[in-house]
């Protein structure tokens, strides 16, 4: 009996075609998610943001030269809403009572669900209460404002289910 030789080559042929085939599409679909996902950037402009490095290292210079400190105080109030307390104290131990505090809650791995506030004096400290849209993590960037003077602060919060 003679062996068949024209079935086989074809089979091969198939198989390796297939195979192509299976990781063409694979990786059209990563390339679909990448392009789709959330980009990473931190900064809108990272590179103008690397020339200026050494003005915010000055920045940053002049605001351990006040010495100032904040006591924060965060409390899940609710499935969606976080009250915040601060109490800001000046290289003397004084309290900042004429400090104007504004923050931001920014999620972490979401664009555009960021959360402007302002905390109100009340007595010794400042306070704010904040609905969030999501619960999970949050970053919460303060600053502080006496004066000429600025504070910027950063703190992780997280809102539990």
């Known amino acids: 009996m003679k ?3 024209g079935r086989w080559p074809r089979a091969y042929l198939w198989l390796i075609g297939g195979f ?9 679909i990563m390339v679909t998610v990448a392009l789709n996902s959330w980009r990473g950037l931190h900064a809108e402009e990272p590179y103008i943001q690397g020339l200026n490095y050494n003005d915010e290292l000055a920045r940053r210079s002049a605001e351990d ?15 969606h809403t976080l009250s915040i307390a601060i109490t800001p104290v000046d290289n003397a131990g004084r309290v900042l009572t004429a400090a104007e505090i504004s923050g931001t ?9 960021d959360v402007p506030f302002r905390l109100a004096p009340t007595g010794s400290a400042h306070e704010a209460a904040v609905a969030l849209p999501e619960q999970g ?6 600053t502080v ?5 600025r504070l910027r602060h950063h703190e992780r919060v997280f809102l539990a289910p």
């Open 145 to 149: 404002a006496a004066g000429d003077d």
């Open 65 to 79: 030269a006040l010495g100032w400190r904040l006591d924060v105080a965060v409390e899940q109030t609710g499935p």
């Open 105 to 113: 809650l920014v999620r972490p791995t979401q664009e555009g669900m």
């Open 137 to 142: 993590v949050w970053d919460m960037r303060l």
């Open 3 to 5: 062996p068949e030789t």
């Open 20 to 28: 192509a085939a299976l990781i063409l599409t694979a990786n059209a």
